[in-house]
């Protein structure tokens, strides 16, 4: 399933979401307070197979639904919400209360397919993460790059109120746990030979109470999150990674392919530097 968070302009991106729910063999969800009929089954037109309708009176308020939600069903596989202040800001709300069940977590996505979202950064850097089969994307998407939908009055589909219960009424944000830190210690894994950003690197390890390392035969197992400097190595040469896996390259490499966030550009140092900053 690919939710659609349908409020704040989302209701634009039922095209896409129907396109990679075509590709993937899913239905689309799409996610509302609207209480008139008629815009209830223009969602439908726009792309979606379902309607949830959910009684909030502001914007906080889908946070223990949405949280909820995406724990309750096991077929969630995405959740697509209009990148802006106000829902990327609830993005990050949501992704505080569950963030053990998501991956990745990724604003402003100008580029959707099956497995991979990705995004342009200052000209010729480019974001890519990895879709998880195992958690839930939660992603905000730029909407002046993706096509608005085409509505078709014949599409048919359903439309349902949440179940009464389904979230307590003393619920509220505020019992939510705010967005914390990883306490877990960072490894930065450097490629052999990267001496001109061995410097950069430790310092980047040391500001998140961290360590570096070259990479090595001795190196087998990296728990924790890990950035993963200019590593050439084929898949079947890479330690294993248990935790969260970052990869920064000046060109693709192998290690993209199982990197949750990839970032190619030519200018590696830069890039270290403003993670400093």
């Given at each position: 399933?690919?939710?659609?968070?349908?409020?704040?302009?989302?209701?634009?991106?039922?095209?896409?979401?129907?396109?990679?729910?075509?590709?993937?063999?899913?239905?689309?969800?799409?996610?509302?307070?609207?209480?008139?009929?008629?815009?209830?089954?223009?969602?439908?037109h726009l792309g979606a197979d379902e309607v949830l309708v959910c009684?909030?009176?502001?914007?906080?308020?889908?946070?223990?639904?949405?949280?909820?939600?995406?724990?309750?069903?096991?077929?969630?596989?995405?959740?697509?919400?209009?990148?802006?202040?106000?829902?990327?800001?609830?993005?990050?709300?949501?992704?505080?209360?569950?963030?053990?069940?998501?991956?990745?977590?990724?604003?402003?996505?100008?580029?959707?397919?099956?497995?991979?979202?990705?995004?342009?950064?200052?000209?010729?850097?480019?974001?890519?993460?990895?879709?998880?089969?195992?958690?839930?994307?939660?992603?905000?998407?730029?909407?002046?790059?993706?096509?608005?939908?085409?509505?078709?009055?014949?599409?048919?589909?359903?439309?349902?109120?949440?179940?009464?219960?389904?979230?307590?009424?003393?619920?509220?944000?505020?019992?939510?746990?705010?967005?914390?830190?990883?306490?877990?210690?960072?490894?930065?894994?450097?490629?052999?030979?990267?001496?001109?950003?061995?410097?950069?690197?430790?310092?980047?390890a040391e500001k998140y109470r961290g360590s570096a390392k070259v990479?090595?035969?001795?190196?087998?197992?990296?728990?924790?999150?890990?950035?993963?400097?200019?590593?050439p190595s084929k898949l079947r040469e890479l330690p294993e990674f248990?935790?969260?896996?970052?990869?920064?390259?000046?060109?693709?490499?192998?290690?993209?392919?199982?990197?949750?966030?990839?970032?190619?550009?030519?200018?590696?140092?830069?890039?270290?530097?403003?993670?400093?900053?």
């Amino acid at each position: 399933m690919i939710a659609v968070f349908s409020e704040l302009g989302g209701d634009g991106l039922l095209g896409k979401a129907r396109e990679l729910a075509d590709e993937t063999g899913d239905r689309v969800l799409a996610l509302t307070s609207a209480k008139e009929s008629e815009k209830q089954q223009k969602l439908i037109h726009l792309g979606a197979d379902e309607v949830l309708v959910c009684p909030v009176k502001d914007l906080g308020d889908w946070v223990p639904i949405i949280s909820k939600y995406a724990t309750s069903d096991d077929g969630l596989k995405t959740v697509i919400f209009p990148s802006g202040n106000s829902s990327n800001s609830l993005m990050g709300m949501i992704y505080g209360v569950i963030s053990e069940r998501i991956s990745p977590y990724f604003e402003d996505v100008q580029s959707l397919s099956g497995n991979e979202v990705a995004k342009n950064f200052e000209g010729s850097l480019v974001i890519q993460k990895q879709l998880s089969s195992e958690k839930i994307a939660l992603i905000s998407l730029d909407r002046p790059s993706f096509a608005e939908p085409f509505e078709d009055a014949m599409r048919f589909g359903k439309i349902k109120n949440l179940p009464e219960g389904f979230i307590p009424n003393n619920s509220s944000v505020s019992s939510f746990p705010e967005i914390l830190s990883n306490s877990k210690r960072l490894v930065v894994l450097l490629g052999q030979g990267l001496d001109s950003i061995a410097v950069l690197a430790n310092q980047l390890a040391e500001k998140y109470r961290g360590s570096a390392k070259v990479l090595s035969g001795k190196i087998e197992i990296i728990y924790g999150a890990c950035v993963a400097i200019e590593v050439p190595s084929k898949l079947r040469e890479l330690p294993e990674f248990r935790g969260e896996l970052i990869s920064i390259s000046s060109k693709r490499l192998p290690i993209n392919d199982i990197a949750e966030l990839s970032v190619v550009t030519s200018e590696v140092d830069r890039l270290l530097e403003n993670l400093l900053a």
